[in-house]
């Protein structure tokens, strides 16, 4: 069976997609900061039938992640790493001119260098994955995962190809043939909308987020047999959003797992490395996406 790696699944959105998966028969090592919610998640998730390891850490952590890839390997070996645990570096969020120092710190180290570090200790196992081989082969355009049709007016509905040849020398060597699809594994990193657009408040959160794309799309450059994907998410009802904006009626924003679909579907796709948003729609001005 293949093997994920989940990180921030005791809720929200990694919780919803480590359900599907664990449905579709995959093993999972999940982690959380709060052993309760970690362990009720883990429950669900072994009723689906499948193997289950649930360190409780902090990504942040060293030794933590160490314990994640460790658990992995015990499983068989690793076909998907998410990063999605995420850090906002002020609750609620403030302007820039506000911005606690130490909590830009803290999203950074979260959203940036633990993802990172992660890979770091993951790729072995990711360029041994054989999962992407059995996926069927990838021709044409890279998939629109949303429900939406892409070139939306908003500019953004359209997926990037990380291995689109440009004018950057740095590219200059790329082919201008289809996308290489890699035959490893995955990495699922979750941006945010705040990554490329200016909204008020969400500076510090946004940075980091524009950090994890870039590198995300360096990575793919360097890593061509693996897939490396990088997702916004879109608006959804969540804790961590309702921590950035607590004044801010959610009631109308979707639930973390009407997003799902649009991830198994990039997966199943073995869809090439890139920047993708999971549903159409712009943010509504003023605000941002979170989990």
């Not at 994640?68 to 015990?74: D, F, G, N, S, Y």
């Not at 990838?138 to 007016?153: L, T």
């Not at 679909?261 to 090439?272: K, V």
Request: aromatic share 4%; proline share 8%; net charge negative.
């Amino acid at each position: 069976m293949p093997v994920a790696i989940i990180t921030g699944a005791s809720k929200g959105l990694g919780r919803a997609l480590a359900r599907a998966l664990a449905v579709r028969g995959w093993d999972l090592v999940v982690d959380a900061r709060s052993a309760g919610p970690l362990q009720e998640a883990a429950r669900e998730l072994r009723g689906a039938g499948g193997r289950v390891v649930a360190p409780v850490g902090d990504v942040a952590d060293g030794g933590h992640r160490a314990a994640l890839v460790a658990a992995a390997a015990e499983l068989g070996g690793l076909d998907l790493l998410v990063n999605n645990a995420s850090a906002l570096g002020a609750e609620p969020l403030v302007r820039l001119a506000e911005h606690p120092l130490d909590g830009l710190r803290r999203a950074l180290e979260v959203n940036v260098v633990a993802p990172l570090a992660l890979i770091q200790l993951a790729l072995p196992l990711l360029r041994n994955s054989t999962y992407g081989s059995y996926l069927s082969s990838y021709e044409g355009e890279a998939p629109y995962i949303g429900e939406a049709p892409p070139g939306g007016a908003d500019g953004r509905s359209q997926a990037y190809e990380a291995h689109t040849p440009s004018g950057n020398s740095h590219n200059s060597y790329l082919s201008d043939s289809t996308p290489y699809a890699g035959t490893g594994g995955a990495i699922l990193c979750l941006s945010s909308d705040a990554a490329v657009e200016a909204y008020p408040t969400w500076g510090g959160y946004g940075a980091s987020k524009a950090a994890l794309d870039q590198l995300s799309a360096v990575l793919a450059v360097e890593e061509p047999g693996l897939r490396v994907w990088s997702v916004d998410p879109g608006d959804m009802r969540t804790e961590l959003y309702a921590a950035a904006v607590p004044d801010d009626d959610d009631s109308g924003r979707p639930l973390p797992g009407t997003v799902v679909p649009a991830l198994l579907r990039l997966l199943d796709a073995g869809a090439p490395s890139g920047r993708y948003p999971a549903a159409g729609a712009a943010a509504p001005a003023g605000t941002g996406s979170a989990r």
